[in-house]
């Protein structure tokens, strides 16, 4: 196993967020394993993963090869800024990263220009990577790429980045874009069943 993943899976096991039981998931599934990345809410645990995901992401991706961060609403917001802000502690790489709104705003700077639903004007030929806690389905985050490519149609998304990928079947096709998981769900089982046995 690579280094970087083991880490990874202990740096989630130490904090928690990985748990054994009987969870309902959002896509209405029922799971044995539950991945709650809402438990790094302190500033701790929150600059540690965004430096997870941030050497994730230099490792797969050039500078230049993406202008934003997008972090959907709600998780993926303090997610995103952990992560801009550790590409430019860590690696020197200064990105600006944005999120979707629920609802429209109808006030300020956003109103004026016509992104109500999104925190930032995205310029033209904007190179995105989506960011997320935990891939199931991945039917929000095509919702919502289809929400930011109709509002800027020159926008290009070049990969999703997740903390987790469940492994759901066929999904990943639907998504469109390459997805990077940092772990598998499977891999993650695999580890955890390895030190239970210690």
Not at 64 to 92: F, M, N, Q, T
Request: glycine fraction near 6%.
């Amino acid at each position: 196993m690579e280094e970087l993943k083991k880490q990874f899976i202990e740096f989630l096991i130490r904090y928690n967020a990985f748990k054994v039981g009987d969870f309902v998931l959002k896509s209405g599934k029922h799971s044995s394993y539950f991945v709650n990345m809402g438990v790094f809410n302190d500033g701790e645990s929150l600059w540690k993963l965004g430096t997870y995901f941030a050497r994730f992401i230099t490792e797969r991706f050039h500078e230049r090869e993406y202008d934003l961060i997008l972090g959907p609403s709600y998780k993926g917001i303090p997610l995103a800024s952990a992560i801009v802000s550790a590409l430019w502690k860590e690696h020197s790489i200064t990105k600006q990263f944005f999120y979707d709104r629920k609802e429209e705003k109808k006030h300020g700077d956003e109103a004026a220009s016509g992104m109500t639903r999104l925190s930032l004007r995205i310029p033209d030929h904007a190179k995105i990577i989506i960011i997320d806690d935990v891939f199931t389905t991945g039917l929000t985050k095509v919702e919502l790429m289809k929400l930011i490519k109709r509002i800027c149609t020159t926008s290009e998304f070049v990969g999703c980045v997740v903390a987790v990928d469940r492994r759901e079947g066929d999904d990943h096709q639907e998504l469109g874009i390459p997805l990077h998981a940092m772990v598998t769900l499977p891999e993650i089982l695999t580890y955890y069943q390895a030190i239970k046995k210690l």
